[in-house]
Structure formats: C-alpha cells, structure tokens
C-alpha cells in the first residue's frame, strides 16, 4: 500500500493507459478522480476502483479547455479533500505515416492542444495546493516518439519532447515545495490508439498490406524492441506507482523509457 491516504488525479483515466494507470494507483490505497472527455468509460472506471474498496470519481472534462481543467482541479480537491499526485495521461495522436510535408495545420493544433496545453493548463492550476501542502507529485505521459524524432509523427514526436522540456521546467519551479515532477516515456502498446494507428498505416503503408492491426503491431514489436516484446498498459502503471511514491522523493525532472529498449 505504497499509496494508501493519497488522492490521484489522472487525466484521461477512462481507457488504455490511464486505466492501468488508475487501477495500479488504486491497489496501492489511492483513491482517484477521472477528468476524461469520454464520461462513459470514465464512470466504468470508476466501478472497478469502488470494487477494489477505494473512493472514486469521474468529471467530463476537456483538458484543452483551461476553464474546465480549472474547474476539474476544484471538484476533485472539493470532493476528496486533496489532491497528492497529478497524472497527465489524456493524449491524441495525428495522422501516422506523415511526413512533415504532407501534414495540416490540424495535426499540429489537435495534438498541441490535448497533449501539451493541457499540461501547462493543470500544472498551473494545481501548483498552489501542492506549494501550500509542501507536498504533491506530477507524473507526465511522453513518448519515445520524442526522444527518437519520429519522421512518421512529426507532430506528435515534437509535442511530447514539449512535455519532457516542460516536465524539467516545472520540476525546477516546484523543487523547493517538495513536489516531484516526472516523466514516462512509453514504448509500443497495443491501446485503442495503435489500432486506430494500425487501421491508418494499413491504408498508408503497402508493406502492411493484407495484416491486421495486431499483426502489424507484433511485426512492428519484433523489428523494433530490442527486449522482443510489447509493452503494457500494466507496465506503466507500475513506472507511474514507483514516480508518484515516496520511495521516488528524490527523483525529480526525469523521464523514464519503458520501452524495452527502443530508446537505448
Ligand atoms: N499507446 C501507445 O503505444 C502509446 C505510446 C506512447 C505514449 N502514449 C501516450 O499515452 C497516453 C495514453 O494513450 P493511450 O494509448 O492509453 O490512448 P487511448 O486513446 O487508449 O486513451 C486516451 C484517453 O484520453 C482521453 N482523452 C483524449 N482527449 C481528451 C481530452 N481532450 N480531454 C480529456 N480526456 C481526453 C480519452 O477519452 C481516453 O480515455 C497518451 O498521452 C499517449 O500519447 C501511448
């Protein structure tokens, strides 16, 4: 109960990463509140964390919408008391298989918006109750398609090395309240995000014709990661325990590669 009192918010909670995310957060004695633009899921999120005998609530939110993050930072300290850890997991990805030169205006907006704005937008509205408490711990969600400049994600390869530089900006700002601010890099997982990504490369990319999206994910997998095999959702929600835990206290403006290897 590496967790237990603390209360997590987790942005984007209601699927794929941030759902593992959640439930790991919950086993350890967190209690979890969900702003995610899908309210459905969120709320079935939440039913599986009550079952585990933890607190939970869910709020529909855009977190590209400054007024609604700032409203969802109110609700979830209103309704649970306090906030401890901030999870910055709700994210898009653009069009793959794009080369600069063939990208919009569109791609670059969407994915700024919802996966770096956003950060800038609950930081700021969360750094005075963690500076007042002396106590908080944000974990950010990047990608390795920062670090390795994805020719095939321009966009999204820019925006999430945004979220690293801004992670160690805000890291510095916080230092000094004993707030840890981190990073996770993931690697390739088998989300409702790849196989959208899938659907998209097999239109784009003749090499995948004729497999599906999760063949296409096992190839990409075998060719790419050094360790031989995929990541999890699960596999993050054990990086992000650890980074929002005090046995991380003294690990701050860093990021994680969870990637078997890709990075390295
Ligand atoms: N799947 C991968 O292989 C992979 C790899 C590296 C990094 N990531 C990152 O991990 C994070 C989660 O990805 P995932 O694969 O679980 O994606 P997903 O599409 O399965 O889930 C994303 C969640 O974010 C929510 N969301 C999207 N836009 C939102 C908005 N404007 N406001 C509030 N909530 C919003 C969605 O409703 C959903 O619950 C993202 O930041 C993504 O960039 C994913």
Known sequence: MRLAGKVAMVTGGGAGIGRAIVLAMAREGAD?????????????VVAEVQSLGRRAAALRTDVTKEAEVEAAIAEGVRG???????????????????PFTRQVEADWDTVF?????????TCKHIAAHFTGRRYGKIVNISSIAGPLSS???PSYSVVKMGVLTF????????????????AICPGLLYTEMWQKLGERMRETDPAYAGLTPRQMFERRVQEW??????????????????????????ITGQALMVDGGVVM
Do not use: C, W
């Not at 979890?32 to 079935?44: G, H, K, R, S, T």
């Not at 929600?237 to 980074?243: D, R």
């Open 151 to 153: 020719q095939s994600m």
């Open 113 to 121: 918006n919802v996966n770096l704005k956003s950060v800038f937008f």
């Open 167 to 182: 992670t160690k900006i805000v890291a510095k700002e916080l230092a000094a309240y004993n707030v840890n601010v981190n």
């Open 80 to 98: 649970f008391g306090q906030i401890d850890i901030l999870v910055n997991n709700a994210g898009v990805i653009p069009a793959l298989g794009h």
């Open 225 to 250: 990661i050094p360790m031989r095999r995929e990541q999890t959702p699960e596999d993050i929600g054990h990086a992000a325990v650890f980074l929002a835990s005090d046995e991380a206290r003294n």
């Open 32 to 44: 979890i509140f969900i702003p995610d633009i899908q309210p459905a899921n969120a709320e079935a």
